[in-house]
């Protein structure tokens, strides 16, 4: 099974500001990774796939980079409606899809 | 616009078996298309897949959870479902369902709102 393992755990950044989430693969997974945003209440919401690619609807300021075990996600001028828990998920090797333990972005 | 809808008791005993229903609107699973999974979230932590029905005859599970789950399909239905067999606490979780495109492309871009799953005596 292919641990995701997200880094940091919580971040804290202004709002207006850049913030940029870690997740690493314990294997290579190629570019066969995706990022969920998840509110309280509310089921996670698909953000970036392919390492890179933005969903349908998802605004710019959301990008996506990396490739084999190493990505980044980063959210280039925070809005108040990005702070939330985000995931990595591969989906290289399989079964089982794996996500990583989430890394919750507050207003600091 | 595809949406799920997940459904079934909120409160299962220990050892005995969890049964919930996702019930599909704007698409059919049946088209071969898409799949359809399960995922679980203890409350507080992160995601878990459990498996994925394809209409076209394959139906994948967790290895870690795959001696106690079942997933089939009512195609007539246009409904997927999920039964867990011996429940413990550690099975409590909000349970989704959610939409795939498939080897390569598995990630889930539908999801349900989800359904609370507590497991109590």
């Known amino acids: 099974e292919i641990v995701m393992t997200q880094s940091p755990a919580t971040l804290s950044v202004s709002p207006g500001e850049r913030a940029t989430l870690s997740c690493r693969a314990s294997q290579s997974v190629s570019t066969n990774l995706a990022w969920y945003q998840q509110k309280p209440g509310q089921a996670p919401r698909l953000l970036i796939y392919g390492a890179s690619a933005r969903a349908t609807g998802i605004p710019a300021r959301f990008s996506g980079s990396g490739s084999g075990t190493e990505f980044t996600l980063t959210i280039s001028s925070l809005q108040s409606e990005d702070f939330a828990v985000y995931y990595c998920q591969q989906y290289n090797i399989w079964p089982p899809y794996t996500f990583g333990q989430g890394t919750r972005l507050q207003i600091k | 616009q595809v949406q799920l809808q997940e459904s079934g008791p909120g409160l299962v005993k220990p050892s005995q078996t969890l049964s919930l229903t996702c019930t599909v609107a704007?698409?059919?699973?049946?088209?071969?298309?898409?799949?359809w999974s399960w995922i679980r979230q203890p409350a507080g932590k992160g995601l878990e897949w459990i498996g994925r029905?394809?209409?076209?005859?394959?139906?994948n599970y967790n290895p870690s959870l795959k001696s106690r789950v079942t997933i089939s399909a009512d195609t007539s239905k246009n409904q997927l479902s999920l039964i867990l067999s011996s429940v413990t606490a550690a099975d409590a979780a909000v349970y989704y369902c959610a939409r795939d495109k498939g080897v390569g492309n598995t990630f889930f871009d539908y999801w349900g709102q989800g359904s609370l799953v507590t497991v109590s005596s």
């Open positions: 704007g698409g059919s699973i049946s088209s071969g298309i898409y799949y």
């Open positions: 029905f394809y209409s076209r005859g394959s139906i």
